[in-house]
Nanobody, 127 residues
């Protein structure tokens, strides 16, 4: 497994943009499929987006498609989540997650499809 650390969260206003980063440790990061989730207070953790190990393929939850973009830079061991037109309902703790490509089920959005998790970064969107 890789160790993951998120950053880039904060307090923004509705309509603003924010870019989250997640840095992974270890030489195997480039072999991992990566994803982003979020969890709002009192709600279950929600899948947002995933990207394959090369960065060439992505998929998204319908709730964020068109507003959020996942990308990665394997030279920096980093995966990103660009979030545009933020809304108060986007307020949550955002987590990155990953799993080795050989064990990853492409197109699957369940938590069990990922086995490495970061500690999360808080995003708060004010109206």
């Amino acid at each position: 497994q890789v160790q993951l650390v998120e950053s880039g969260g904060g307090l923004v206003q509705a309509g603003d943009s924010l870019k989250l980063s997640c840095v992974g440790s270890g030489r195997t990061f480039s072999s991992y499929a990566m994803g982003w989730f979020r969890q709002a207070p009192g709600k279950e953790r929600e899948f947002l987006a995933a990207i394959n190990w090369t960065g060439g393929t992505t998929y998204y939850a319908d709730s964020v498609k068109g507003r959020f973009t996942i990308s990665r830079d394997n030279a920096k061991n980093t995966v990103y989540l660009q979030m545009n037109d933020l809304k108060p309902e986007d307020t949550a703790v955002y987590y990155c997650a990953g799993r080795h490509q050989l064990r990853f089920s492409w197109g699957e959005s369940s938590l069990s499809n990922f086995d490495s998790w970061g500690q999360g970064t808080q995003v708060t969107v004010s109206s």
